[in-house]
């Protein structure tokens, strides 16, 4: 008996075989979930078990029964608003191929249907947002900027989980009266999409299924996670993926493990892969000893035999090649013809969602039709998924593994070549959209090119802050900026600078925002060195809300690094932060004798007066928080008049909230955004590695 190479196989390239019983438990569950009780079941196992297939499977028995299914891939590692995007689609059962106008207009009709018409602004806002071809492995697992979000509360002593919550971008601009009251705390999109999914699963049973959950960002997991949460009541099931050594979320009730096939079932696979031909009992048994009932291992073992049409008489079993996975994957690998290996080599760069614009970008010798057909053929077989229809659609490998493999079969210098052109490719349109900032930075690095990257997150960055610096949306994606920057050159030895300046940049955002707990972890732990006199007198001041004691310490030690007549006015918010650190340490007799002293010197000297009346305000303030009112009004009503005759308002206004007993904490972020303003409004300068003048 021979293996026919050219013998009819499966019609899906990975055929479920073995998972009956699993596909069963699942759809019970569902079942179950449709009659009133919410399901959350998690799929965990190693990558090439079918995680992707099996869920492929329940999404595609579910559409069958007439459930609605929203089928979200997580795998690139996509931000939160083009997970919002996926899920609005799939709720509405709106096509990702149709033009925005038609997804809006299909949302209206669909959001009337459902008495929801009041949350069209809000989907409309999603739909908008979404962006797609994003890579994956820089997003694989929380940065440290990410856990410093998650760790914020040890450091700030103020609320600010608002400022931060994702799940708060965007408001309704007007409601009107006739909205019903369920609908008048909506508020943010996943308040909105909790609605619309309570209204379908009204309708119809309702599955949410999410490919490669652990792929998302930790904040797109958490939002995932928030949403999920609210549809316990909800006949709902909420179904996820997730590979072998992630930690399942304690939200997922059951979790169930994908293993290796049973003898049986790798039996039947094979036997389906050769299209019913069947196989020699004894090389039936090799194959499975061989590999362990690892499905892909199996599909790629036949094959190989296929290819090379082994002779599996009797005699010749023994001698029949058993290849490992590597090298099965190296031989079919090769055996595509030059074309497709060079868009498959592509697609793995470029990474999961690639589009025909992109892995053609990186093959400069062949043109969007030859990429067009070369992926038709990938699809087909068992390498490619698409999603989507024509040119539009995205490809992404079947299986991790198949992409880290892949990218194996370059050489150090050929990868580097395709990075630096991938890089370019996201870098033309990266000022109007972050993801491909983003990507075109990631694509930099592996090329090995960061002074390229750090150069166009510069101009991107400048763009940013001259258009609308006062705008949210402007901070919120230099904030984004910054921190992609950090992670990218966190503690290369060249680019200190470089790290020192975006940290600053980034604790300054932050302390414009007065969430001063993140101001102090981008200040000290994200910076490199702390040598500069600014940055000290920055982390020293906004410690103030933080850490008084510290606060202290690092204003003390900042003091005599100030240069004394260029630096003068620095000098005296450091002196009157450490008046108020010592006042709010308990030290009230240091602070007032420190004033004293700080007056003295000041003296009547013309040139000093703005030095003077904020020593005088910090005095009467400390004063008058130890009940030293009448004492301390004399000090106040000076620095008010001082402050009155330079037409300051804000210091005017800080005066008053302070005769009104405005709580300490809040007069101390007054006090704060007073004084730190001036050092925030100084000009944002990266130097180059080679670039001695910054301090």
């Known amino acids: 008996m021979s293996v026919d190479p050219n013998s009819s196989s499966s019609t899906d390239p990975l055929p479920l075989i073995g998972r009956q019983a699993l596909v069963e438990t699942i759809l019970s569950s569902f079942e179950a979930a449709a009659q009133g009780g919410a399901a959350h079941i998690a799929v965990k196992g190693p990558s090439g078990m079918g995680k992707s297939r099996l869920i492929e499977e329940i999404v595609q028995h579910a559409e069958a029964q ?9 795998r690139p590692g996509p931000r939160e608003d083009q997970l919002l995007a996926r899920l609005a689609l799939g709720l509405l059962a709106i ?17 009337r249907d459902l008495d929801l018409e009041p949350l069209l602004e809000i989907i409309d806002s999603i739909l908008n947002g979404d962006e797609v071809e994003m890579t994956d492995e820089h997003r694989r697992a929380p940065s440290k900027v990410e856990q410093m979000r998650q760790t914020q509360d040890q450091f700030d002593l103020d609320d600010t989980e608002a400022d931060l919550d994702i799940l708060e971008a965007t408001e309704i601009a007007e409601r009107p009266d006739d909205i019903p009251p369920t609908l008048r705390s909506v508020s943010t999109p996943v308040e909105a999409l909790i609605e619309i999914s309570e209204a379908v699963s009204k309708q119809a049973p309702l599955l949410l299924a999410f490919d490669d959950l652990d792929a998302a960002t930790q904040q797109g997991l958490t939002m995932i996670l928030s949403l999920t949460g609210r549809l316990y009541d909800l006949p709902v099931m909420v179904l996820g993926t997730f590979s072998e050594g992630f930690d399942v979320p304690p939200e997922f009730k059951d979790v169930l493990t994908l293993g290796a096939l049973p003898h049986d079932g790798t039996l039947a696979l094979a ?28 599909i790629m073992q036949v094959d190989h035999w296929r290819a090379v049409n082994v002779d599996t008489d009797d005699d010749a079993i023994e001698r029949v090649p058993l290849l490992s996975l590597e090298d099965a994957f190296r031989a079919a690998f090769t055996r595509l013809d030059l074309g497709q290996r060079s868009t498959l080599v592509a697609a793995a760069v470029l990474g999961d969602k690639a589009r025909i614009t992109g892995l053609a970008a990186v093959q400069p010798d062949r043109t969007q039709d030859d990429v067009f057909n070369d992926l038709q053929s990938l699809i087909h077989t068992i390498w490619l998924s698409r999603y989507g229809v024509g040119r539009r659609a995205t490809y992404q490998f079947r299986t991790q593994i198949m992409r880290l493999l892949t990218l194996d079969t370059l050489g150090v210098e050929k990868r580097k070549e395709i990075e630096l052109k991938a890089g370019d490719y996201y870098a033309v349109s990266a000022p109007r959209k972050l993801n491909k900032v ?7 690095q592996q ?7 750090l150069a166009m997150l510069d101009v991107v960055a400048s763009q940013v802050r001259n258009a609308q610096t006062d705008s949210e949306d402007d901070q919120t994606r230099l904030t984004q900026l910054y921190e992609r920057a950090i992670q990218l050159i966190d503690n290369n030895v060249d680019y200190r600078k470089h790290q020192a300046a975006y940290a600053e940049a980034l604790g300054d955002i932050y302390t414009s925002r007065e969430e001063y707990g993140l101001a102090v972890r981008a200040y000290s732990d994200y910076s490199p060195t702390i040598s500069s006199t600014t940055l000290l007198s920055k982390l020293g001041l906004v410690l103030l809300a933080i850490d008084p004691s510290r606060a202290i310490t690092v204003l003390e030690r900042t003091i005599p690094a100030t240069r004394p007549y260029e630096d003068r006015d620095l000098r005296w918010r450091l002196e009157a932060g450490i008046i108020w650190g010592l006042s709010l340490t308990g030290h009230h007799y240091a602070a007032i004798r420190r004033s004293r002293d700080l007056l003295g010197e000041l003296g009547s000297t013309v040139s000093l007066g703005a030095a003077r009346t904020l020593i005088r305000g910090t005095m009467g303030m400390a004063l008058y928080y130890q009940g030293e009112r009448e004492e301390a009004s004399v000090h106040l009503e000076s620095a008010r008049a001082g402050w009155g005759a330079r037409d300051y308002h804000e210091g005017v206004v800080f005066i008053n909230q302070v005769l009104i007993d405005t709580p300490l904490r809040d007069i101390t972020r007054l006090w704060l955004r007073m004084v730190l303003r001036p050092l925030l409004e100084q000009p944002i300068r990266t130097a180059s590695p080679t670039d001695e003048t910054r301090p």
């Open 66 to 74: 007439g459930s609605r299914v929203a089928f979200i891939a997580c």
């Open 95 to 111: 096509s990702p191929e149709q033009p925005p106008s038609e997804q809006v207009l299909h949302a209206e009709r669909l959001l």
């Open 271 to 298: 036997n389906v892969r050769l299209g019913g031909a069947g196989l020699n009992s004894r090389l039936a048994e090799r194959l499975w000893e061989h590999t362990s009932g690892h499905p892909l291992h199996v």
């Open 438 to 444: 983003e990507n075109a930075l990631y694509h930099y």
């Open 447 to 453: 090329a090995g090119t960061l002074d390229r990257a």
